[in-house]
C-alpha cells in the first residue's frame, strides 16, 4: 500500500512527485507514455520551442530555452532529464482505466495490475481527449479532418484549400503556418479578441475566472476570451495574406465544403478542428468526483488561484493541470499545493 499515487508524468505530474518525494511521502507515479515527455511528445513536429507560448521550470531545474529545435524533442528530453536527475518513481507505459474507492483507500486499476493508496494526485492532462463539435452533415464530408492532436505540418496540405475551425492560439499558429503554403478559411464561433500585449494582470484574470467555473462545479473553459489572441512575427505574412479575416461558424458540413445559414457555400478540401481538448478524467468516474453541471469542483485556496486541486467530494484526491493550474507554470505551482494536501491529509488520518 501506497501513501500517494500520480497518475501522469507531464509537467504536473513531475512537479507533484517532486514535492511528495520532498516530504518523503511513498508514491509511485503512473504514466501511460512508453518514453518521458507527456502530450510534447506528440505534438506537430513544426512546432518549435520559439513557437511555443513557454515552458515553465520544474521545481528546482531551469526549462529549455528559446530555440528553433522541435518542441516534441526539447521538451520530451527535458523532462527525461528531470525524472532521471531526481530520481522519480516513474513506471511507464501504465495505462490507468479506473479508479475505485475501497473503504479508507483508493485502487488505481491499469489492466492486470492495481495500487492501493491513501490518496491520489490526478495528474492526466487534455491531450487524450481531443474536442471535435458536431455539426451536420459531418460524416458526409469527402475530404481529410485533422484534429490539433494530429496536426501533421503545413506541407501536408500543400495544394489543398484548408478550412480551420477553432478561436484559439492553435488556430492562429496553423493558419500562420498554411496560408504562405495553400489557400486557407478561418471560422470561429465567437469573432476573436486580439491584443497588442500581454501582461500579469491579464493572466490573473484569465485564471481566476476559470478558477471560478471550477469552484462552482462547471467544466473548465477556454481563458484565450480573457487573454486575448496575438500575432508574433511569423505569423506577420499569413495576416498580408488576409488569413485572419475571421469567418462566423457555418451552419452544416457538405460533400466537398461548408454551408452557412445565409446560403454562402465555400469547397474546402480539408478541415483542420483546432476546438480544443477536455479533461482526460474519465477514469476517475467510479468516484463520482463529478457535479451536476459536468465539471469537478475543487476547494479554493484563499489568495492562490492556482493552488485549487482538492475534490470537495473526495478530499483524498487532488488534480493537478486540472482547470486554474492547466498551463505549465500552473501544473508546477498546484503540484506543490497537491503535495501540501496530501501531506495534510495523511496527518489528519494518522490522528482519527
Do not use: C
Amino acid at each position: 500500500m501506497l501513501d500517494s499515487v500520480v497518475i501522469g508524468a507531464g509537467q504536473a505530474g513531475l512537479a507533484a512527485s517532486y514535492f511528495l518525494r520532498q516530504r518523503r511521502i511513498d508514491h509511485v507515479v503512473l504514466d501511460a507514455n512508453p518514453e518521458p515527455g507527456g502530450a510534447w511528445q506528440h505534438r506537430w513536429s513544426s512546432l518549435s520551442m520559439d513557437d511555443v507560448h513557454g515552458v515553465a521550470d520544474l521545481p528546482g531545474s531551469a526549462a529549455p530555452s528559446h530555440s528553433r529545435r522541435a518542441a516534441n524533442l526539447v521538451v520530451p528530453d527535458y523532462f527525461g532529464d528531470y525524472e532521471r536527475d531526481q530520481g522519480l518513481p516513474v513506471l511507464r507505459p501504465v495505462r490507468v482505466g479506473r479508479v475505485e474507492s475501497e473503504g479508507d483507500l483508493l485502487v488505481v486499476h491499469a489492466g492486470e495490475h492495481s495500487w492501493r493508496t491513501r490518496t491520489l494526485v490526478n495528474a492526466t492532462g487534455t491531450w487524450t481527449r481531443p474536442f471535435v463539435p458536431y455539426y451536420p452533415g459531418v460524416a458526409s464530408f469527402a475530404g481529410e479532418q485533422v484534429h490539433t492532436a494530429h496536426y501533421p505540418g503545413a506541407e501536408h496540405f500543400r495544394g489543398t484549400r484548408v478550412l480551420v475551425v477553432g478561436g484559439g492560439a492553435s488556430a492562429v499558429q496553423f493558419l500562420g503556418e498554411l496560408a504562405p503554403v495553400t489557400d486557407t478559411l478561418w471560422v470561429t464561433r465567437t469573432p476573436p479578441v486580439w491584443r497588442d500585449d500581454f501582461d500579469a494582470a491579464a493572466g490573473l484574470a484569465a485564471v481566476t475566472a476559470v478558477e471560478e467555473r471550477v469552484r462552482r462545479g462547471l467544466p473548465p473553459a477556454s481563458v484565450v476570451s480573457v487573454t486575448g489572441l496575438g500575432l508574433r512575427p511569423q505569423e506577420q505574412e499569413a495576416a498580408r495574406l488576409g488569413a485572419y479575416e475571421r469567418l462566423p461558424m457555418f451552419e452544416r458540413i457538405e460533400r466537398d465544403g461548408v454551408v452557412w445559414a445565409d446560403g454562402r457555400v465555400e469547397k474546402v478540401g480539408a478541415i483542420l478542428w483546432a476546438t480544443g481538448f477536455r479533461p482526460a478524467v474519465d477514469h476517475l468516474a467510479p468516484l463520482g468526483l463529478r457535479t451536476p453541471e459536468g465539471g469537478i469542483a475543487l476547494v479554493p485556496v484563499r489568495g492562490n488561484v492556482q493552488g485549487a486541486t482538492t475534490s470537495v467530494v473526495d478530499p483524498r484526491v487532488q488534480l493537478v493541470g486540472y482547470g486554474p493550474s492547466a498551463s505549465t507554470i500552473g501544473a508546477s505551482r498546484a503540484g506543490r499545493q497537491a503535495a501540501l494536501a496530501v501531506s495534510r491529509h495523511l496527518a489528519a488520518a494518522a490522528v482519527a
